[in-house]
Structure formats: structure tokens, C-alpha cells
Nanobody
Framework: QLQLVESGGGLVQPGGSLRLSCAAS????????IGWFRQAPGKEREGVSC????????NYADSVKGRFSISRDNAKNTVYLQMNSLKPEDTAVYYC?????????????????WGQGTQVTVSS
């Protein structure tokens, strides 16, 4: 069964950090671009970051540049999203996604495998 599983979400105070993980089972993430998306209540799902199949190229939404960092460990078949200096507006369900393309992009149509999401809540 092809599956992506996110973990690492939770409740954190403003200014805090979390590291999200996206682990794949049933297929390899190697050479696939991976994207992180988020969806806040009442809002559209938006792209947060992506990383190319080689891991040498990454992109970030303007709202998270300088605070979030994406990385991948192909040996563990896992992609990470390190989130620092979290703000209340970062509160959302975070999803990882994988597709068949090597180069990354932050449009949903590029990805056909999605995880179930992990909740991130930033609040004092």
C-alpha cells in the first residue's frame, strides 16, 4: 500500500520550533520532488515548501522564507520540514505530497500522493 505519513505536529508557543517528518511506505521518495502544503480553517490549501528529487533545489513560500527549512534523507525515505520562529498565522494542518516529477513546484496538481496531515497550532 502506497502511503505518506506526516508526524511531528503539535501545540507550540509563538517563537517556538517544530520539525515535521514525512515518511513513505510502499514506494520510494528517491528522485521525486516532495512538497509541503498547509491548510488553515476556511482557507485554501497552500504550498509552503518543496524540494527536488536530488535535494539540491528547494523553494519556499514568501511567508515562511528564512524561518522554515526543508530537507530529505533518502536512506530513511523521509522528508523533513524544520519550522522555526513560529507565528500564530502558521497554524494549520500540514500535508506532505509526492509526485512523479524530479523538479519541485508548489502547485497541488504536481503531486498525486498525499499524507493525512498533521496539525500545527501556534498559540500562547
Amino acid at each position: 500500500q502506497l502511503q505518506l505519513v506526516e508526524s511531528g505536529g503539535g501545540l507550540v508557543q509563538p517563537g517556538g520550533s517544530l520539525r515535521l517528518s514525512c515518511a513513505a511506505s510502499g514506494f520510494t521518495l528517491n528522485y521525486r520532488a516532495i512538497g509541503w502544503f498547509r491548510q488553515a480553517p476556511g482557507k485554501e490549501r497552500e504550498g509552503v515548501s518543496c524540494i527536488s528529487g536530488s535535494g539540491t533545489t528547494s523553494n519556499y513560500a514568501d511567508s515562511v522564507k528564512g524561518r522554515f527549512s526543508i530537507s530529505r534523507d533518502n536512506a530513511k525515505n523521509t522528508v523533513y520540514l524544520q519550522m522555526n520562529s513560529l507565528k500564530p498565522e502558521d497554524t494549520a494542518v500540514y500535508y506532505c505530497a509526492a509526485g512523479g516529477q524530479f523538479m519541485c513546484g508548489m502547485t497541488r496538481a504536481r503531486y498525486n500522493y498525499w499524507g493525512q496531515g498533521t496539525q500545527v497550532t501556534v498559540s500562547s
